[in-house]
C-alpha cells in the first residue's frame, strides 16, 4: 500500500524558516510528479510547487522566490524548502505523488502537516 508521511511542518515567526519532507513507501517505481499543495482555512486547496522525475519544477506565482522544490528519487522522498515565510502562508501542507501507468494518472496524497507562520 502506497503511503506518503510529510514531517517538518510547526509553527514559525515570520520571516523564518521551515523545511517539509515527504516519504514515500510501499512503492517499487518512481513517480513520475511530486510535490506540495496547500489549504488554509475557508479556502480551497491549492498548489504549492510540484517537480517531475527529471528535475523539472513548477511553482505558484505566490511561491516564486521563498520556496525551492526538491527531491530524491532513490529515497522516494520530495523536499520543500519556505524561506521569508509570511502569515499567509499558513496552512495545512500536502504532499502529491503522481504514477502514470498507461496514461492513467495515479495520484496519492499524504495526511497533511500543519504550517503556522505567526508571531
Known amino acids: 500500500q502506497v503511503q506518503l508521511v510529510e514531517s517538518g511542518g510547526g509553527l514559525v515567526q515570520p520571516g523564518g524558516s521551515l523545511r517539509l519532507s515527504c516519504a514515500a513507501s510501499g512503492i517499487s517505481f518512481s513517480f513520475n510528479v511530486m510535490g506540495w499543495y496547500r489549504q488554509a482555512p475557508g479556502k480551497e486547496r491549492e498548489l504549492v510547487a510540484t517537480i517531475t522525475s527529471d528535475g523539472s519544477t513548477i511553482y505558484a506565482d505566490s511561491m516564486n522566490g521563498h520556496a525551492t522544490i526538491s527531491r530524491d528519487n532513490a529515497k522516494n522522498t520530495v523536499y520543500l524548502q519556505m524561506n521569508s515565510l509570511k502569515p499567509e502562508d499558513t496552512a495545512v501542507y500536502y504532499c502529491?505523488?503522481?504514477?502514470?501507468?498507461?496514461?492513467?494518472?495515479?495520484?496519492?496524497w499524504g495526511q497533511g502537516t500543519q504550517v503556522t507562520v505567526s508571531s
Open positions: 502529491y505523488a503522481l504514477h502514470l501507468v498507461r496514461a492513467v494518472h495515479h495520484t496519492y
